[in-house]
C-alpha cells in the first residue's frame, strides 16, 4: 500500500504525523507526504520522504505577516489553505497511483478532498483535535461563557457563515477541475464519505449524534519512546540537580509569548520552585542569574514531562496527550484556535487549571499552581490517566483504518488521466 499523506497547518498540525508516518513504514507501507516546506528537513530526518506544496521562505513570510489578533490570524490562516488547495491537488496528482495508493488528508487539506471527488480515490479525513468536529451536543467544545441552550443556533450560524466564507473558494477550484458546485455546505464536504479517523480517545472527547457514523476514534498519535531523541546534556544534568522542575511552553508564533515567560519565572520565584523555560527559537529572556530556572528551546515533551512536577503549557492537544502519558498535574493559558476546548476536557478529566493569557500573572497563577500540585486527589487522578493512555495504541489502529480502506477500493480502483 502507498500511502499519501496530506498534511496542513503547522507545528502542532504536522510533527504528531511523523511517528504515523514511521510506523506505516515498519508495517510494510509506502509514505509521501506532503505539506508545508518548513517542516521538510524534519520529515527527511525521520527517514519519510516529503514534497512540499509551499516553500520554507513563503512559511516565513505568512508567519512574518500574522496579526497580533487571533481573529486576523485565523483570517489569515483561511487565506493561506485556501490558496494552497491547488498546489496540493497538483501534488497529489503527481504522486498518486491507481490501484496502489490511498490518501490521509487532514480536515482542512481541501486539496485532497478535491482530488477525492474528481478520481473516486480512496481518502480519509483525520482531525488532530476534536475542534473541527464540534457539535451542539457536547458543551465542553463551545466557550463556558455561551450558554447551553443555543449551541444549536450557534452551531447552525457557524455553518452558514463557513460556508459563506469558503464556498467560493472551493467551488472555483472545483470549476477548474471539472466538478459541479457544491449543494451542501463546505463544513460537511471537508470529512471524507468513507472514513474519518479522530486521534484522540473517547474519553477526552466521545462521539456525538451528529458525527458521520464513519468516524472512528483512536486515540493520540504518541511517538515510541525509542523514536525520541534524548534531552542534552546540559539540561540532564539540570534536571538531576534538584526536586523535579516546572515545565513552561507555549504555542508557535504566540505574540504574548515574552510576557508568558517572564511572569513564568515570577512564578518559580514565589513558589520557591524550579523551572524550565522551553522558549520559542530567536527569543531572548534573561533569568537573572538565577540556578533555579534554566532557560532552553524547544524540547520533547515525551522526554521531559515525565521528570517534571507539572506542564504549564498553551492547550495544544499535543502537549495536553504528553502530560497526560506523564502522569503529571497540567496548568494551561489557552492561546488561541482549539486550546481553550483542550483546557475545557483537561479540567473536566480532573487532571489540570486553567487561565485566560490576559489573566495570566504570577500573583494569580502562583496560588492556583500550588493548588493543583498539592492536591492528591488530582495527583491520582492524574496516575489513573497515565493507565489509560498506557492501553492506547493510535498508531497501529489509525493504520489498520487505512489498510482497510485500501482493501475496499481493491476491487474497483479508478483510473486516472495524467
Same mark, same amino acid.
Given at each position: 500500500?502507498?500511502?499519501? +499523506?496530506?498534511?496542513?497547518?503547522?507545528?502542532?498540525?504536522?510533527?504528531?504525523?511523523?511517528?504515523?508516518?514511521?510506523?506505516? *513504514? *515498519?508495517?510494510?507501507?509506502?509514505?509521501?507526504?506532503?505539506?508545508?516546506?518548513?517542516?521538510?528537513?524534519?520529515?527527511?530526518?525521520?527517514?519519510?520522504?516529503?514534497?512540499?506544496?509551499?516553500?520554507?521562505?513563503? %512559511?516565513?513570510?505568512?508567519?512574518?505577516?500574522?496579526?497580533?489578533?487571533?481573529?486576523?490570524?485565523?483570517?489569515?490562516?483561511?487565506?493561506?489553505?485556501?490558496?494552497?488547495?491547488?498546489?496540493?491537488?497538483?501534488?497529489?496528482?503527481?504522486?498518486?497511483?491507481?490501484?496502489?495508493?490511498?490518501?490521509?488528508?487532514?480536515?482542512?487539506?481541501?486539496?485532497?478532498?478535491? &482530488?477525492?471527488?474528481?478520481?473516486?480515490?480512496?481518502?480519509?479525513? &483525520? %482531525?488532530?483535535?476534536?475542534?473541527?468536529?464540534?457539535?451542539?451536543?457536547?458543551?465542553?467544545?463551545?466557550?463556558?461563557?455561551?450558554?447551553?441552550?443555543?449551541?444549536?443556533?450557534?452551531?447552525?450560524?457557524?455553518?452558514?457563515?463557513?460556508?459563506?466564507?469558503?464556498?467560493? %473558494?472551493?467551488?472555483?477550484?472545483?470549476?477548474?477541475?471539472?466538478?459541479? @458546485?457544491?449543494?451542501?455546505?463546505?463544513?460537511?464536504?471537508?470529512?471524507?464519505?468513507?472514513?474519518?479517523?479522530?486521534?484522540?480517545?473517547?474519553?477526552?472527547?466521545?462521539?456525538?449524534?451528529?458525527?458521520?457514523?464513519?468516524?472512528?476514534?483512536?486515540?493520540?498519535?504518541?511517538?515510541?519512546?525509542?523514536?525520541?531523541?534524548?534531552?542534552?546534556?546540559?539540561?540532564?544534568?539540570? +534536571?538531576?540537580?534538584?526536586?523535579?522542575?516546572?515545565?513552561?511552553?507555549?504555542?508557535?508564533?504566540?505574540?504574548?509569548?515574552?510576557?508568558? &515567560?517572564?511572569?513564568?519565572?515570577?512564578?518559580?520565584?514565589?513558589?520557591?520552585? @524550579?523551572?524550565?523555560?522551553?522558549?520559542?527559537?530567536?527569543?531572548?529572556?534573561?533569568?537573572?542569574?538565577?540556578?533555579?530556572?534554566?532557560?532552553?528551546?524547544?524540547?520533547? %515533551?515525551?522526554?521531559?514531562?515525565?521528570?517534571?512536577?507539572?506542564?504549564?503549557?498553551?492547550?495544544?492537544?499535543?502537549?495536553?496527550?504528553?502530560?497526560?502519558?506523564?502522569?503529571?498535574?497540567?496548568?494551561?493559558?489557552?492561546?488561541?484556535?482549539?486550546?481553550?476546548?483542550?483546557?475545557?476536557?483537561?479540567?473536566?478529566?480532573?487532571?489540570?487549571?486553567?487561565?485566560?493569557?490576559?489573566?495570566?500573572?504570577?500573583?494569580?497563577?502562583?496560588?492556583?499552581?500550588?493548588?493543583?500540585?498539592?492536591?492528591?486527589?488530582?495527583?491520582?487522578?492524574?496516575?489513573?490517566?497515565?493507565?489509560?493512555?498506557?492501553?492506547?495504541?493510535?498508531?497501529?489502529?489509525?493504520?489498520?483504518?487505512?489498510?482497510?480502506?485500501?482493501?475496499?477500493?481493491?476491487?474497483?480502483?479508478?483510473?486516472?488521466?495524467?
Amino acid at each position: 500500500m502507498h500511502v499519501i +499523506l496530506a498534511t496542513a497547518g503547522i507545528g502542532g498540525d504536522n510533527l504528531p504525523l511523523f511517528p504515523w508516518a514511521n510506523q506505516m *513504514q *515498519q508495517a510494510g507501507h509506502e509514505v509521501s507526504m506532503i505539506g508545508n516546506g518548513a517542516y521538510a528537513s524534519a520529515a527527511t530526518a525521520a527517514g519519510i520522504d516529503f514534497t512540499p506544496i509551499i516553500s520554507h521562505e513563503e %512559511h516565513r513570510r505568512r508567519t512574518a505577516l500574522r496579526e497580533k489578533s487571533p481573529l486576523k490570524a485565523i483570517s489569515s490562516g483561511i487565506e493561506n489553505l485556501l490558496a494552497d488547495i491547488q498546489p496540493m491537488y497538483r501534488t497529489i496528482q503527481r504522486l498518486y497511483r491507481p490501484g496502489e495508493s490511498v490518501i490521509a488528508a487532514h480536515v482542512i487539506a481541501f486539496g485532497a478532498r478535491l &482530488f477525492q471527488d474528481r478520481w473516486q480515490a480512496p481518502l480519509a479525513t &483525520f %482531525h488532530i483535535s476534536p475542534k473541527g468536529m464540534r457539535s451542539p451536543h457536547d458543551p465542553l467544545s463551545w466557550p463556558i461563557w455561551l450558554p447551553r441552550r443555543i449551541h444549536a443556533s450557534a452551531a447552525r450560524t457557524t455553518t452558514r457563515v463557513s460556508h459563506r466564507k469558503l464556498s467560493p %473558494h472551493v467551488n472555483r477550484a472545483r470549476a477548474q477541475v471539472g466538478l459541479r @458546485r457544491l449543494t451542501y455546505p463546505v463544513r460537511e464536504w471537508m470529512n471524507s464519505a468513507e472514513m474519518v479517523i479522530g486521534f484522540w480517545p473517547e474519553w477526552f472527547a466521545p462521539p456525538q449524534l451528529d458525527w458521520q457514523p464513519e468516524t472512528r476514534l483512536v486515540g493520540f498519535p504518541m511517538p515510541p519512546e525509542e523514536s525520541t531523541p534524548p534531552l542534552p546534556g546540559d539540561i540532564e544534568a539540570f +534536571l538531576s540537580d534538584g526536586e523535579p522542575p516546572l515545565v513552561f511552553s507555549t504555542s508557535t508564533g504566540y505574540s504574548e509569548a515574552a510576557r508568558f &515567560f517572564e511572569e513564568s519565572i515570577q512564578v518559580c520565584e514565589k513558589l520557591g520552585r @524550579r523551572g524550565l523555560m522551553l522558549t520559542p527559537a530567536g527569543m531572548t529572556l534573561n533569568a537573572g542569574g538565577s540556578r533555579q530556572i534554566r532557560i532552553t528551546g524547544p524540547l520533547p %515533551h515525551a522526554r521531559l514531562y515525565p521528570r517534571a512536577a507539572a506542564a504549564v503549557h498553551h492547550g495544544g492537544v499535543g502537549s495536553a496527550a504528553a502530560a497526560l502519558l506523564a502522569g503529571v498535574p497540567q496548568f494551561i493559558v489557552p492561546a488561541m484556535l482549539d486550546h481553550p476546548e483542550v483546557a475545557r476536557r483537561c479540567e473536566k478529566l480532573g487532571v489540570a487549571d486553567w487561565i485566560s493569557p490576559r489573566q495570566y500573572r504570577a500573583t494569580a497563577v502562583a496560588p492556583r499552581l500550588e493548588k493543583l500540585l498539592e492536591s492528591d486527589a488530582i495527583q491520582l487522578r492524574c496516575q489513573d490517566m497515565k493507565a489509560a493512555m498506557m492501553e492506547l495504541n493510535a498508531l497501529e489502529s489509525a493504520t489498520e483504518l487505512l489498510e482497510e480502506l485500501y482493501e475496499r477500493h481493491q476491487l474497483d480502483a479508478p483510473s486516472l488521466a495524467r
